[in-house]
């Protein structure tokens, strides 16, 4: 029957050429799967192997089918003590999936996914697990080892991290969480210094000590970091808009304060400390600012300011291209929620259109919209340039 199979197999694959993109499964190769799961879930793992083995060769064009008759070869080739043809497979199945991350939608009982996750784990080594993107949290960091130990522990182990690598700013701003964590203030400015030192661009560290600073009082270094944050990163964070606005007050840049009321909600002029600030500001109106651009972002809020505008004509809606621009643009200035608004508008993508799937699944993301990131950007992924933002947000989206 074996030698049957595989003649067959062998006749049909010199005369058919590769199945198109989105053709219905040639039956052949389905049948083969079927077959070669089921001889391994009934303990036949040598003909297991070579029913999957022809699967395998006919489903290339079908990434989460190819992906399950590769698992389920693996664990056969490992029951029959294969171990170094398990490798080789093993190997097939990581290229499958650093190409086209289709292990998430595989049939895959869950009993045989788990195995073959922990044989992953036991025959690949950590390093090439991480350099896939939906399989490197099958790899335990020693920054989450760390992260299991109790507070104490964890600031002695932080430290000594912090120490062998003074040029990583991770470990500082580990120490940083864990100083907000206990309200220590003091080390929380420390070690939030310590991680720009190393990397001034380090947006979560300038943010920590800017809310720290504030939380202190001093509020002309709090106003100088909340001005290095990128471009409407306050204005979309309500604590961070506040912290702002009392700071332009306390400093008695009254024009430039008055623009930043404009931005606020009516629950944000409710916080105390608000509402104290507001009340400081002189009611004539100032001179322009000399300044080039204001602290804070200018967007008005009809609560806090009803002017009258004139009607003016409106412009003709924005054209698909325009959008998609400004969706592009709306990501790389980091205006999460500009960029998702966008999106939605865009969508549904079409096949040609992976840039802005891209894109959209970086701004879900980034608004916690996990679940609808994570389908975009596994069809997007594969057919893009391949850059460190890019490598950056897969990771952590198909994770």
Not at 234 to 248: I, K, N, Q, T, Y
């Amino acid at each position: 029957m074996k030698r049957l199979y595989l003649l067959t197999a062998v006749v049909l694959l010199l005369g058919a050429g590769s199945a198109a993109p989105g053709a219905p499964v040639d039956d052949f190769y389905g049948t083969r799967l079927r077959e070669g799961r089921l001889a391994y879930l009934s303990g036949r793992q040598v003909e297991a192997i070579d029913m999957l083995r022809i699967a395998a060769f006919g489903l290339m064009d079908y990434p989460p089918l190819l992906s399950e008759a590769l698992a389920f070869r693996a664990l056969a080739q490992v029951k029959a003590e294969r171990l170094p043809d398990a490798d080789e497979t093993l190997k097939r199945f990581l290229e499958v999936e650093r190409r086209f991350a289709p292990w998430s939608q595989a049939a895959m009982p869950e009993k045989e996914r788990k195995e073959l996750e922990a044989l992953l784990v036991k025959r690949i080594p950590p390093d090439a697990l991480l350099g896939v993107a939906t399989l490197e949290r099958l790899v335990e960091t020693e920054q989450q080892k760390i992260g299991k130990l109790p507070p104490g522990e964890r600031a002695r182990a932080y430290e000594a991290r912090a120490k062998a690598e003074p040029k990583a700013p991770g470990w500082p701003l580990l120490l940083a969480r864990l100083a907000v964590e206990r309200k220590d203030a003091k080390e929380a400015i420390r070690w939030t210094t310590r991680a720009l030192d190393i990397d001034e661009k380090n947006e979560e560290a300038r943010e920590i000590r800017a809310k720290t600073l504030f939380s202190r009082g001093d509020y002309p270094a709090a106003l100088d970091d909340l001005r290095k944050l990128p471009a409407g990163k306050v204005e979309s964070d309500p604590s961070l808009a506040g912290d702002g606005f009392v700071c332009l007050v306390d400093a008695k840049r009254w024009d430039v304060a008055r623009e930043a009321m404009k931005t606020l909600s009516g629950e944000q002029l409710k916080r105390p400390d608000v509402a104290a600030a507001a009340k400081r500001i002189p009611v004539a109106v100032s001179a322009p600012s000399a300044e080039a651009e204001p602290a804070l972002p200018r967007a008005v809020n009809p609560a806090v300011a009803a002017v009258a505008v004139p009607k003016l004509v409106e412009p003709p809606p924005p054209t698909s291209e325009e959008m998609k621009k400004k969706l592009e643009k709306a990501v790389l200035s980091k205006d999460w929620k500009g960029a998702a608004a966008l999106a939605d508008a865009i969508s549904p993508f079409a096949d040609g259109e992976e840039a802005e799937m891209f894109y959209a699944a970086v701004s879900f993301y980034e608004t916690g919209r996990g679940a609808e990131a994570k389908v975009l950007m596994a069809k997007a992924y594969p057919k893009i340039s391949q850059s460190p933002f890019v490598e950056y947000y897969a990771k952590r989206v198909l994770r």
